[in-house]
């Protein structure tokens, strides 16, 4: 089963921007698709972007598109959430999952995550001034 570690969080002003790193081991993260998902305590962890493992296809849910982009770097087991024009409502915990799945659109492979994905264990996001 594919390990996942997060990386790249930290506190940044709004309107800034982070780029979250998902890097893998123990398998090839190219054959899955990459979620990230984000929770803020109390509240239900959210599915955020997908990328699919066949063509590249992505998701994104409303309150980041625009603003976000996901990639992948399948020669670095690596990928990506690229965040700029940061708000303060995206503060939370970010994490990545690999999921072992084709064929499907970018939410449902989100919705997939939680019984088939394998997870990192989360990257702090703060966005204040």
């Known amino acids: 089963q594919v390990q996942l570690v997060e990386s790249g969080g930290g506190l940044v002003q709004p309107g800034g921007s982070l780029r979250l790193s998902c890097a893998a081991s123990g398998g090839t993260l190219e054959y899955y698709a990459i979620g990230w998902f984000r929770q803020v305590p109390g509240k239900a962890r959210e599915g955020i972007s997908s990328i699919s493992s066949g063509d590249g296809s992505t998701y994104y849910v409303d309150s980041v598109k625009g603003r976000f982009t996901i990639t992948r770097d399948n020669a670095k087991n690596t990928a990506y959430l690229q965040m700029n024009s940061l708000k303060v409502e995206d503060t939370a915990v970010y994490y990545c999952?690999?999921?072992?799945?084709?064929?499907?659109?970018?939410?449902?492979?989100?919705?997939?995550?939680?019984?088939?994905?394998?997870w990192g264990q989360g990257t702090q996001v703060t966005v204040s001034s």
């Open positions: 999952a690999a999921i072992p799945a084709t064929g499907y659109d970018g939410k449902y492979l989100l919705s997939l995550a939680a019984d088939i994905g394998s």
